[in-house]
């Protein structure tokens, strides 16, 4: 999802702050906190606004997806109609915390793109610091798992732009099939890139996690 679905232009409500206790199953209310080996994943707060704008606004970061929020108090409002998205039942978004540490570093995003989440997308940002520790791997095989058997998505889609190599080697490496080449399909410092069209069904992502499971110990 290189595309932020937040438009910072159309949010005129005001952020608002909320419970920062993540205790229900219902993730319509608030997201549940999952644990992995290096990451513990999270429902975002207005504390977070800081650390997501000094990480996700550098330009390697940003130069593959659309503009975030340039100041905190956007990244307050993204925060907030983050919420907000997600208590009509649309959008869902976590913070990466690393395991032991409460700071954010990143975010993972799921949109609906159909009728209940049968269809979704999905999209991560994660600050340059924590690139190749495994911390991606981590969070996204969470991600993935809460995807398919407590949102009941049949089809996530995820795009990225072909020069981004990282983005399309960390796609791949969790299972995710290149279906097709989307060009000219998303705009960036007045150029118009080319994107892959990613998808992973829930079939697919059952027989791997099983494969994974069953793996031998040595």
Avoid at 87 to 102: L, P, W
Wanted: glycine residues 8%; aromatic residues 10%; contains cysteine.
């Amino acid at each position: 999802m290189e595309t932020m679905p937040y438009q910072p232009q159309l949010d005129v409500t005001p952020a608002q702050r909320v419970s920062e206790t993540v205790a229900t199953t219902d993730w319509r209310r608030s997201l549940p906190t999952l644990g992995g080996r290096q990451v513990i994943l999270r429902d975002l707060r207005t504390s977070d606004a800081a650390s997501l704008h000094a990480l996700l606004t550098t330009q390697e970061v940003a130069r593959f997806m659309s503009p975030p929020p340039n100041t905190v108090e956007g990244f307050e409002k993204f925060i907030a109609w983050t919420h907000r998205q997600r208590a009509a039942g649309t959008y869902a978004c976590f913070a990466v915390t690393v395991r032991g540490y409460d700071t954010a570093v990143g975010i993972f995003q799921v949109r609906d793109l159909g009728h209940s989440f049968d269809t979704a997308e999905w999209g991560f940002a994660l600050g340059a610091p924590f690139w190749g520790t495994g911390i991606f791997e981590d969070g996204a095989k969470l991600v993935l798992e809460f995807v398919f058997d407590t949102m009941g998505v049949r089809r996530l889609e995820a795009r990225a732009a072909i020069l981004n190599g990282r983005g399309n080697g960390a796609l791949q490496k969790i299972g995710a099939v290149q279906e097709g080449l989307l060009r000219k399909s998303l705009l960036r410092d007045g150029r118009y890139l080319d994107q892959a069209l990613y998808a992973i069904v829930d079939t697919d992502w059952r027989a791997l996690r099983h494969q994974v499971r069953t793996l031998p110990i040595h």
